[in-house]
């Protein structure tokens, strides 16, 4: 059997400035490189035209297609990650496995679990810091703890940059691969079809990048870069836009660090990851939960026009405008006091960037109950919202263009009482 090492792909579909890969293909056995489509994940997902799933496919395919011009190619496996392993163990002496870090809890446990086999094996197992720029415990506290306020964190995150050199990795340029041709399954093959959505360009101009702190807010402009899910399933490197902000725009430079800060909350509060707000004591909310009211903000039909253009445009492209994404999650809490994590597990079913930490992490700051939050008082007024930020109703009439029809349902339920409501609900909860 051939000695080799197994590139393991996962969050980082790219062949450019990929870390592990780098440090695979600089290593003296030809590299491997596989993809394994994990049914404990897949299983998990009820609709079969799940876009995600089309995009990473979509992506291997160019992935492959670009291995391939390098002498090698790119294996595609359909199992259980260990037993996907084992099988490989079977066909080639496996020397070395080398992947990049993975931080949400079902993936530490897997890993831990490749990780264990491999060695037992004598197999050296190496896993690589790529997704993010900083991590686990590389920006702490004067008191080494982590940080769960956004600004201080950022403030360190930033003096870090400064001291250090942001590297990249030239693993595009190495042809250490093994000489190999394997079929590539199609989306059918692994069961699933086409979602019919629009994937965004993965290029993007420097002047949205510049004009971000002006724009970003308006969700009627084609004014952000989309760049949500490719930094998601790592087609483009997390590095590389860091350097592109750098000089432009503290703004957009911000955006990307919230999610460095989002991923240190998720590695050092491993409970998030259970359904517990990161606050307990908001765990003690007693939600209403109305199933009516909670179909009706997910179909876009709570008569408040600029909560149901966000729930349209998520339903129909994938996608959501952030300021938008605040307004919906502040709606579904706040004025239909249905419970966080309702409205986390509908967005992790339709957005095309789904990202576990992100995610929870937006949630629970509408919720109050996260770190750094929005503080529970806050009561998101949609009219104003709209006055500010769509005053020219061009999203809202994108999105709902019958929001003036006599057919187009009334509010949902009353601005003012909802947030009396809220108010006293949260203030019997937190005593």
Same mark, same amino acid.
């Given at each position: 059997?051939?000695? %080799?090492?197994?590139?393991?792909?996962?969050?980082?579909?790219?062949?450019?400035?990929?870390?592990?890969?780098?440090?695979?293909?600089?290593?003296?056995?030809?590299?491997?490189?596989?993809?394994?489509?994990?049914?404990?994940?897949?299983?998990?997902?009820?609709?079969?035209?799940?876009?995600?799933?089309?995009?990473?496919?979509?992506?291997?395919?160019?992935?492959?297609?670009?291995?391939?011009?390098?002498?090698?190619?790119?294996?595609?496996?359909?199992?259980?990650?260990?037993?996907?392993?084992?099988?490989?163990?079977?066909?080639?002496?496996?020397?070395?496995?080398?992947?990049?870090?993975?931080?949400?809890?079902?993936? %530490?446990?897997?890993?831990?679990?490749?990780?264990?086999?491999?060695?037992?094996?004598?197999?050296?197992?190496?896993?690589?810091?790529?997704?993010?720029?900083?991590?686990?415990?590389?920006?702490?506290?004067? !008191?080494?703890?982590?940080?769960?306020?956004?600004?201080?964190?950022?403030?360190?995150?930033?003096?870090?940059?400064?001291?250090?050199?942001?590297?990249?990795?030239?693993?595009?340029?190495?042809?250490?691969?093994?000489?190999?041709?394997?079929?590539?399954?199609?989306?059918?093959?692994?069961?699933?079809?086409?979602?019919?959505?629009? *994937?965004?360009?993965?290029?993007?101009?420097?002047?949205?990048?510049?004009?971000?702190?002006?724009?970003?807010?308006?969700?009627?402009?084609?004014?952000?870069?989309?760049?949500?899910?490719?930094?998601?399933?790592?087609?483009?490197?997390?590095?590389?836009?860091?350097?592109?902000?750098?000089?432009?725009?503290?703004?957009?430079?911000?955006?990307?660090?919230?999610?460095?800060?989002?991923?240190?909350?998720?590695?050092?509060?491993?409970?998030?990851?259970?359904?517990?707000?990161?606050?307990?004591?908001?765990?003690?909310?007693?939600?209403?939960?109305?199933?009516?009211?909670?179909?009706?903000?997910?179909?876009?039909?709570?008569?408040?026009?600029?909560?149901?253009?966000?729930?349209?445009?998520?339903?129909?492209?994938?996608?959501?405008?952030?300021?938008?994404?605040?307004?919906?999650?502040?709606?579904?809490?706040?004025?239909?006091?249905?419970?966080?994590?309702?409205?986390?597990?509908?967005?992790?079913?339709?957005?095309?960037?789904?990202?576990?930490?992100?995610?929870?992490?937006?949630?629970?700051?509408?919720?109050?109950?996260?770190?750094?939050?929005?503080?529970?008082?806050?009561?998101?007024?949609?009219?104003?919202?709209? !006055?500010?930020?769509?005053?020219?109703?061009?999203?809202?009439?994108?999105?709902?263009?019958?929001?003036?029809?006599?057919?187009?349902?009334?509010?949902?339920?009353?601005?003012? *009482?909802?947030?009396?409501?809220?108010?006293?609900?949260?203030?019997?909860?937190?005593?």
């Amino acid at each position: 059997m051939k000695d %080799i090492s197994v590139f393991w792909f996962r969050r980082d579909l790219r062949l450019k400035d990929n870390v592990a890969l780098f440090e695979a293909l600089s290593q003296d056995y030809p590299v491997l490189p596989i993809f394994i489509f994990d049914p404990s994940i897949l299983d998990k997902l009820s609709n079969k035209k799940d876009a995600r799933v089309e995009f990473i496919h979509q992506a291997l395919k160019n992935v492959k297609a670009q291995i391939q011009n390098r002498g090698g190619d790119l294996l595609i496996c359909h199992d259980k990650p260990l037993d996907a392993f084992k099988t490989l163990s079977q066909q080639y002496s496996i020397k070395q496995i080398f992947t990049n870090h993975d931080y949400e809890n079902y993936a %530490i446990q897997r890993d831990a679990e490749v990780k264990s086999w491999a060695e037992a094996q004598g197999i050296i197992f190496q896993s690589k810091k790529d997704q993010v720029i900083f991590e686990k415990n590389e920006v702490l506290t004067g !008191q080494n703890t982590p940080y769960t306020v956004f600004t201080p964190y950022s403030r360190k995150w930033k003096e870090k940059l400064a001291a250090s050199e942001l590297s990249t990795f030239d693993s595009e340029n190495l042809t250490n691969y093994l000489n190999a041709n394997f079929e590539f399954p199609s989306l059918e093959h692994i069961g699933f079809q086409p979602s019919g959505l629009h *994937f965004p360009a993965i290029n993007f101009s420097d002047d949205i990048i510049r004009q971000y702190q002006i724009n970003r807010d308006f969700p009627g402009l084609d004014a952000t870069s989309r760049m949500s899910v490719h930094l998601r399933f790592g087609t483009v490197s997390i590095r590389e836009l860091v350097k592109r902000a750098l000089g432009k725009s503290e703004t957009w430079l911000n955006e990307l660090i919230w999610r460095d800060f989002y991923f240190n909350i998720t590695f050092h509060f491993p409970h998030i990851g259970q359904g517990l707000a990161f606050r307990k004591e908001y765990d003690r909310m007693n939600w209403r939960n109305n199933e009516q009211e909670f179909e009706a903000w997910k179909n876009g039909q709570t008569g408040y026009p600029i909560v149901d253009a966000g729930m349209r445009e998520l339903n129909q492209t994938g996608f959501m405008h952030n300021r938008v994404r605040m307004i919906v999650a502040s709606f579904l809490v706040k004025h239909l006091l249905i419970d966080w994590r309702w409205g986390e597990a509908y967005f992790a079913e339709r957005l095309l960037d789904f990202d576990f930490s992100a995610n929870n992490g937006g949630w629970q700051w509408a919720a109050g109950s996260g770190c750094d939050a929005a503080p529970y008082f806050r009561v998101f007024n949609p009219y104003l919202q709209t !006055q500010k930020f769509d005053k020219d109703l061009t999203y809202i009439r994108k999105w709902v263009p019958e929001f003036q029809e006599f057919h187009y349902p009334k509010p949902i339920v009353d601005h003012e *009482f909802a947030r009396k409501r809220v108010l006293a609900a949260y203030k019997e909860a937190l005593g």
